[in-house]
């Protein structure tokens, strides 16, 4: 059932000459009578596998707006992800409803931050680890690094306190993150070229 839809949504995409993703999608849904997210999810299984090409009509040609495209939403994730733990570590008051708050966002901070940049400095094509990977890396190089920076720290004049603490991971992990904002660029500027 799943694969004769596939082909029937191949059939109309092959046979209608779109400009756009939300036209193509448009038109499978109208054509096979079935919902709009139904045939955007049918196209991208079918670019998952391969079978149906979809270009960026004007990607991005620089850093900066590579970065400030949609292509840099991950970075600006991670950005606001650090803004807010400081917020909640420096900001909100250590009170039942705001701790929790904290407690969240702390974990995230600790445990999958860290190694997830690293994760994107290292692999930074899509295709090379399945989100599943990526999500075990994270949480493992997190795991790995946050002693590491402890140990750093622990001899140096400012020893292991919160701040010293916080500040040293939110360093490692926006280094990390604009290193692999340039690696991904790296890759996407030969995508663009080839």
Known sequence: MEKEMEKRVLNVIRHTRTL??????EEVAERLHIKKHEAAKYIHDLWKKGEVEIEDPNPPKTLPRYVF??????FWTI?????????AIYL????PPYIYLRYVLGSLFILYLPGHTLIETLYPKEEDLEPLERLALSIGLSLALVPLV???LNYTPWGIR?????TALAI???ALSITAVTRKYSYHKLLIKA
């Open 79 to 87: 950005v606001i992800l650090i803004t807010l733990t400081a917020t």
């Open 92 to 95: 909100l008051p250590q009170d």
């Open 20 to 25: 756009t993703l939300k036209e193509m999608v």
């Open 69 to 74: 495209s949609i292509y840099g939403a991950w």
């Open 172 to 174: 490692l992990t926006t």
């Open 150 to 152: 402890g140990l750093i």
């Open 162 to 166: 919160l701040t010293p603490i916080f």
